[in-house]
Nanobody, 122 residues
Framework: QLVESGGGSVQSGGSLRLSCAASGVTYSGCMGWFRQGAGKEREGVAIIDPDGSTKYAESVKGRFTISQDNAKNTVYLQMNSLKPEDTGMYYC???????????????????WGQGTQVTVSS
């Protein structure tokens, strides 16, 4: 089970840190953050492998950082310099395979959290 937290409302230029805690299972594959804006398809934001290698969507490079604490079975998403277009529901997801195989293809991720809302106002 994946549980996200840390969402909220901020002004443009602000920061938020999202957390995704896994309970009941230890994931050995790719973990990722995805988001879905109103009327839009779900899109990948950032993914991380168990060895710590990461990949980001072009729209968030240099502003967002994905990290993990294996001891706590938790994945984080530090979001800085937030923009109104970052607004959406943010989801954590876990795959069985490595990131270079699943990349940011949503259908390749097995487990999903319930999501946490991020709202950025201008």
């Amino acid at each position: 089970q994946l549980v996200e937290s840390g969402g909220g409302s901020v002004q443009s230029g602000g920061s938020l840190r999202l957390s995704c805690a896994a309970s009941g299972v230890t994931y050995s594959g790719c973990m990722g953050w995805f988001r879905q804006g109103a009327g839009k398809e779900r899109e990948g934001v950032a993914i991380i492998d168990p060895d710590g290698s990461t990949k980001y969507a072009e729209s968030v490079k240099g502003r967002f950082t994905i990290s993990q604490d294996n001891a706590k079975n938790t994945v984080y998403l530090q979001m800085n310099s937030l923009k109104p277009e970052d607004t959406g529901m943010y989801y954590c997801a876990a795959a069985d395979l490595r990131c270079f195989i699943v990349v940011m293809s949503t259908y390749k991720y097995r487990d999903w959290g319930q999501g946490t809302q991020v709202t950025v106002s201008s």
